[in-house]
Nanobody, 126 residues
Framework: VQLQASGGGLMQAGASLRLSCAAS????????MGWFRQAPGKEREFVAAVAWNGFTTYYADSVKGRFTISRDSDKNTLYLQMNSLKPEDTAVYYC????????????????????WGQGTLVTVSS
């Protein structure tokens, strides 16, 4: 299984950015997918998750209303559309895949995800 995150970069506050995560070696449509991030000196934290069917989504309060998670099963790709970026969004962003459906607040638990990508760096300047 490989999860290849891309799309990170240096952005100014208020800008938009879309991250992608290309998945291979797994039946993508069967997996719940998530985005996590880790800022310098901080623990990894949950950002968003989307169920296998693409209809049920979960967001951290800090990104709700600004970020949108989506998936394209035809392309085996997960996306994270990030709008109104803030300096506090600066982090390495990781995509993750979970074989079993994770409901509710458990979607935020990193331990529930089976596979992880290598991360892509997003830097937001003020």
């Amino acid at each position: 299984v490989q999860l290849q995150a891309s799309g990170g970069g240096l952005m100014q506050a208020g800008a938009s950015l879309r991250l992608s995560c290309a998945a291979s070696g797994l039946t993508f449509s069967r997996y719940q997918m998530g985005w996590f991030r880790q800022a310098p000196g901080k623990e990894r934290e949950f950002v968003a998750a989307v169920a296998w069917n693409g209809f049920t989504t979960y967001y951290a309060d800090s990104v709700k209303g600004r970020f949108t998670i989506s998936r394209d099963s035809d392309k085996n790709t997960l996306y994270l559309q990030m709008n109104s970026l803030k300096p506090e969004d600066t982090a390495v962003y990781y995509c993750a895949a979970a074989l079993f459906t994770i409901r509710g607040s458990d979607s935020s638990l990193a331990s529930r995800y089976n596979y992880w990508g290598q991360g892509t760096l997003v830097t937001v300047s003020s």
